[in-house]
């Protein structure tokens, strides 16, 4: 008799702690989304009725102008800011990505003297800031000319995206088990093919999770492309966003909040499709391999 | 089967193994070099000298750091200056995002429909910053934000106002906002680590008796000690690091009277906005933050090659760390 008395004592003593637990964080959750909410509000209403507060409802006239007039003002248009940012972030993605993992593999299976030297090092290089090489890779592409060119920015975030890829997939690479490479050498592959044709296949998740993240990070960058990309036309999506806030525009929230969420959409539609790598890639970076 | 013979019975000399194998390195060093290890050197080697390429020695270090931009105590109001406008971001925006996403990842495993909350609270982390900035602008805006309104609303009538115009409100909406958008980061590590710990350890715990206050204390929070490193590191770069949203939501110039101006955006304005061009000021500050970034990046690291530096090691985690990152 006293044991189901105790359960169900138990259970009132937890029920209302579960109850506020779900509130506590099903509320934080919420007053987090709502700056989002608001930006998706005015993106989608005239400026007129967010003047006040988008969360006033009446009037409510839906319409996707201010989209439009995001995508195609004479001004800063947002379709060749991002038609920009694609053509930047893919290269930008994919060289890094190749190079570093052709790197990585080197750092995880042959040994040398200088090796752990140079590989803290290269980790090392990770937590430098943008700032610290940004007069002199600017300098010196003013005088090769570069400076203006989606060049430019492709190879400053390939090079910026080595040390922490190499990292990632050094670390990977280490989990894998090294008798299927050991016996194909016995069979007289070379290191490259069997790179190529053995470990490459396997490590397509840990380059898918890489992938996500280097992509959102040059999507998302401000500072190099504000350096190196100078006329109008050459500008990215993240630069047009500022652009737009600074320029006639600056208090029309409504065509604002649409351009916002044209440069936001892909981030976050990439987080939405392909959030197991995003976040393994995040947690590998900072934890573990 | 002859032609796999043949392949195997072909010599293949050491050397050129070696040469294959230093390939492997080669793209890499060369951009890395090019591109990173070389223009940190120049940097500092800037940092060194006089726009007319005399060697300055340490004077424009003291040209930067007894400048009003860096330091600016001369009274009680703010702008305090970059370096102390850094500080002040740390002091609030760490403990704020920390505790909070901790709560969020203990909190989240006995709620349901976690995954959709993680999900509202992890956005803020795939928002490019400049549009955070931006958003941020507009939260704070005195006519349709929701913020300085809803204050107004509230009886709260002295923060009913641009937040951006003025410098206090401006500097702590722009904290308070990299709290909103950073939280994201915490939580999700934690969540990770939380799932590390053994559950035999609640559970004996539970059995114990032990409040869920006891049980945080003695072992939730001392088990999750080389999370927490990863999570206070990590959050200091990105700290000292600041730039998108305070050019998004303010300007180059650091706001209203440069009252949210910061390290990284000081060293932007030096190089690449003030005419004529202060290259060389601008090297000393990315000198000095790069130094400060890499004072603690190299404490993390050692800590994680090494080891608790306590002699007394409670917990087998920090070597699981060191496993883990495979140092």
């Known amino acids: ?289 | 089967m002859t032609r796999r013979a043949g392949r195997r019975t072909r010599p293949r000399s050491r050397d050129a193994r070696k040469l294959m194998r230093a390939a492997f390195f080669v793209p890499a060093v060369f951009l890395l070099v090019l591109l990173v290890v070389y223009p940190v050197a120049q940097t500092v080697y800037l940092s060194f000298f006089s726009r007319s390429g005399q060697f300055a020695g340490l004077d424009n270090y003291g040209a930067v750091l007894s400048d009003r931009d860096t330091i600016d105590l001369s009274d009680t109001r703010l702008p305090y200056g970059t370096l102390i406008h850094n500080a002040i971001w740390i002091s609030i925006h760490l403990p704020l995002s920390l505790f909070t996403g901790l709560f969020l990842a203990l909190t989240l495993q006995k709620v349901r429909g976690a995954a959709i909350v993680k999900s509202m609270i992890f956005l803020g982390m795939v928002t490019p910053l400049v549009v955070g900035g931006i958003i941020l602008r507009f939260l704070f805006d005195e006519r349709s934000g929701i913020v300085p309104v809803g204050l107004g609303l509230l009886g709260v009538h002295s923060l009913a106002i641009q937040w951006t115009a003025f410098p206090a409100t401006l500097l702590f909406g722009l904290i308070l906002g990299s709290v909103w958008l950073w939280t994201g980061f915490s939580m999700i590590v934690y969540s990770a680590g939380v799932t590390t710990i053994p559950r035999d350890y609640f559970e004996a715990a539970l059995i114990d008796g032990a409040s869920s206050w006891r049980t945080f204390r003695k072992i939730t929070w001392p088990l999750l000690r080389p999370i927490t490193l990863v999570v206070v590191t990590m959050t200091l770069l990105w700290e000292l690091k600041l730039f998108d949203i305070v050019i998004a939501a303010a300007d180059p110039g650091g706001g209203v009277s440069g009252a949210a101006d910061v390290l990284a955006l000081q060293m932007f304005r030096y190089g690449f906005v003030n005419i004529p061009r202060q290259y060389n000021e601008a090297a000393v500050v990315a000198t000095l933050l790069t130094f400060l970034t890499l004072v603690i990046a190299g404490s993390l690291f050692r800590r994680i090659l090494l080891g608790a530096p306590k002699k007394k090691r409670r917990f087998h985690l920090v070597g699981g760390l060191r496993r883990m990152l495979h140092i």
């Open chain 1, 1 to 289: 008799m006293r044991l189901p008395r105790l359960r169900i004592g138990r259970l009132l003593r937890v029920q209302p702690r579960t109850i506020a637990f779900h509130v506590v964080a099903w509320g934080i959750g919420i007053l987090w989304l709502i700056p989002f909410i608001g930006v998706l509000m005015s993106s989608i209403r005239p400026l007129n009725e967010i003047l006040s507060g988008w969360w006033n409802l009446s009037p409510f006239n839906p319409s996707f102008a201010d989209f439009l007039t995001a995508w195609s003002n004479p001004q800063f248009p947002m379709s060749e800011g991002l038609k920009n940012t694609f053509i930047i972030a893919i290269p930008g993605t994919l060289i890094p990505m190749f190079v570093a993992t052709l790197a990585a593999y080197g750092f995880a299976r042959f040994s040398f003297r200088t090796r752990d030297y140079i590989f803290l090092t290269i980790v090392l290089l990770m937590t430098i800031p943008q700032q610290m090489v940004a007069i002199p890779v600017f300098l010196t592409m003013v005088r090769v000319g570069l400076v203006d060119s989606f060049l430019s920015v492709i190879l400053v975030h390939s090079a910026w995206g080595i040390p922490w890829i190499l990292l990632f997939m050094r670390n990977f690479f280490q989990t894998l088990p090294i008798e299927v490479e050991e016996a194909a050498r016995v069979d007289g592959a070379s290191d490259f093919r069997i790179f190529s044709r053995i470990v490459l296949p396997m490590a397509l998740p840990a380059l898918a999770a890489v992938g996500v993240l280097q992509f959102m990070w040059v999507w998302n960058d401000y500072f190099f492309a504000r350096i190196f990309l100078l006329s109008p036309g050459n500008t990215v999506a993240t630069q047009r966003v500022v652009n737009l806030a600074f320029g006639q525009y600056s208090a029309n929230w409504s065509l604002l909040s649409a351009a916002t969420l044209l440069t936001l959409s892909v981030p976050v539609l990439i987080y939405s499709l392909l959030q197991r790598y995003y976040i393994r890639g995040m947690i590998g970076w900072t934890i573990k391999g």
